[in-house]
Structure formats: C-alpha cells, structure tokens
C-alpha cells in the first residue's frame, strides 16, 4: 500500500495537478533550486563570514575576507546601515602533460561581495574605524552617548 492509497479521491485526479496552488508551488521550487544551482555557483561564490561583539561604548564588527586587502574592501555608513563589499579577483593555473600523465589544477573562488547590517542608532561615519589585518576585516563603530548611556545589565537569576 502506498502512501497515495491514503489521499482523497479528488486528490488523485489530474486536476489536481493542475490547480493554481500547485502551479505556484513548482515555480517556488524551481527559483529556490535556480538560487542554488546558478546564483550560489560554488565554484565562484563569495560568502561573508562574520562577527559581531558590543561592549558599553561600541559595537564591533569582523569580518574573514582571506586574501583580501583595504584596497579589495569598501565600508560605507548610511543611516543605520553599515555596508561591507568588495571584489576577490580570480586567480586560476592549469597545467597539463598528456604522456607525462602529470596534471595540476589549482583554483581559488573568485566574484564579488555584499553585506549590509542594521544597528539600532544613527552611525556617526566620523566615529567609525575600519582596518583589514591578515584577510579579517575589523569595523569599530562607537555607540552615542545617549545609546551608551541607557545600556545596562540585567542580573540574571536561577529559576525556583
């Protein structure tokens, strides 16, 4: 016994198939599976791995962008918004021996980057500090005094 034994009658007719639900179901698919399959490209995709700390006076943010320099990274301050971006150029060797059977292939992910975060206050660009070290990415943005002044903590308790 199958899994479809177990479905309505009106489920098991062509119609269903065909019902507009269904149509959009397959389209949503498809964009999800053309996301991962063409947009993501393992072979040249650029992910942004990063790190965001906070202490009383700013917010701290780092980020892993191996072989990259300041000149490959571009920080701009909108607002709220702080934007990471930048370029990896592609670097690519193929050799090849076809007697020797000597073949060597080495390649490093290439394309270009974006990331955007919202903070909770105005960001003052003249209160920001960016700095890129051994291929991380270190932005120390300062908090403004009212922002800073209304942080506390809270002491956590055990339960009962």
């Known amino acids: 016994m199958s899994y479809q034994d177990w479905l309505p009658a009106a489920w098991k007719t062509s119609a269903y198939e065909e019902t507009p639900f269904r149509a959009l179901r397959k389209q949503i698919d498809h964009m999800f599976e053309d996301f991962d399959n063409g ?3 393992r072979e040249t995709a650029v992910s942004v791995r990063s790190n965001v700390s906070e202490t009383e006076s700013e917010i701290c943010v780092t980020a892993e962008l191996p072989g990259l320099t300041d000149k490959d990274v571009e920080v701009s301050i909108a607002g709220d918004h702080i934007t990471i971006k930048g370029e990896k150029k592609s670097e690519k060797e193929e050799k090849k021996e076809e007697k020797g059977r000597e073949f060597l292939r080495v390649e490093r992910m290439s394309g270009s980057f974006q990331r955007s975060m919202r903070l909770p206050f105005e960001i003052d660009a003249d209160k920001v ?24 903590k809270v002491e956590v308790k055990h339960a009962k």
């Open 39 to 41: 947009f993501l490209d």
């Open 129 to 152: 500090d960016a700095t890129v070290k051994d291929g991380v990415l270190t932005v120390t943005i300062a908090k403004p005094a009212e922002v800073a002044a209304k942080t506390r």
